[in-house]
């Protein structure tokens, strides 16, 4: 099921939205010892400058093959070996990852939709103990060029409603990310499965 209202801009448009580097440096990546992976990678504006922060394997996933195809490119383009690529519908069939064996999990731009407990769930399944949950939306308090409906925008309160009951806690880390997003992330607890 792909996610409506997931349709992409034109790609350097889309890549002038984000301070990319401010997020990058949000994620704290020298903590993150084991596979990154990105749901809904679009054209990879986040995985190219994530794999080259980190000596860690990124897994980029996206239900089109075309986004997957331009992520390749560039990821060709940036020399860089740290990543793989898959084309699938994470939403319907997981990520077919092993439990337990990722140290982030990236969910940017793309929680705006009622079953997004199935994605929190999945990230969940795939985190090591402490893994962290990174997700990022745009905001609702402010005018923002591009973005989906407002009424479908989550917010950080959402995204913790959406986790009760997961073993996905907030970690204290919740923030603009300037100029049109909001961030926050969720750890898992420490206890062995
Ligand atoms: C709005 S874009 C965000 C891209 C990227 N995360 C970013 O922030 O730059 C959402 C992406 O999620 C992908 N997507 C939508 N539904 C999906 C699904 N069920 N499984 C995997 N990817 C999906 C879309 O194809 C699109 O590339």
């Known amino acids: 099921m792909k996610v409506f209202d997931s349709g992409m801009p034109e790609e350097a448009y889309w ?4 301070d990319v580097p ?3 440096d949000w994620l704290n990546l020298k903590n993150v ?7 809904g990678c679009g054209y990879g504006t986040f995985t190219i ?8 394997e990124v897994d980029a996933f996206d239900i089109e093959s075309s986004m997957i195809d331009t992520v390749r490119r560039n990821v060709r383009q940036a020399g860089i070996s740290n990543v793989r690529f898959f084309v699938r ?3 319907e ?10 140290g982030m999990v990236l969910l940017f731009n793309i929680l705006h939709f ?7 769930e999945e990230a969940c399944r795939i985190l090591r103990p402490n893994g962290a949950a990174a997700i990022i939306h745009w905001r609702k308090d402010i005018a923002t060029p591009r ?3 407002v009424h479908t925008r989550p917010d950080q309160q959402l995204i913790l409603d959406s986790v009760s009951g997961l073993d996905l806690h907030f970690s204290g880390n919740s923030r603009i990310l300037e100029p049109y997003h909001w961030g926050i992330q969720l750890i898992k607890s420490n206890k062995q499965p």
């Open 15 to 18: 890549n002038s939205l984000f």
């Open 22 to 24: 401010l997020i990058v």
């Open 33 to 39: 010892s084991a596979p990154i992976v990105e749901v």
């Open 49 to 56: 400058p994530v794999a080259k922060e980190t000596d860690v």
């Open 89 to 91: 519908d994470v939403v």
């Open 93 to 102: 069939e997981g990520t077919g990852l092993e439990s337990g064996s990722v």
């Open 114 to 120: 009622d079953e997004r407990r199935i994605l929190l």
């Open 147 to 149: 973005g989906p409906s």
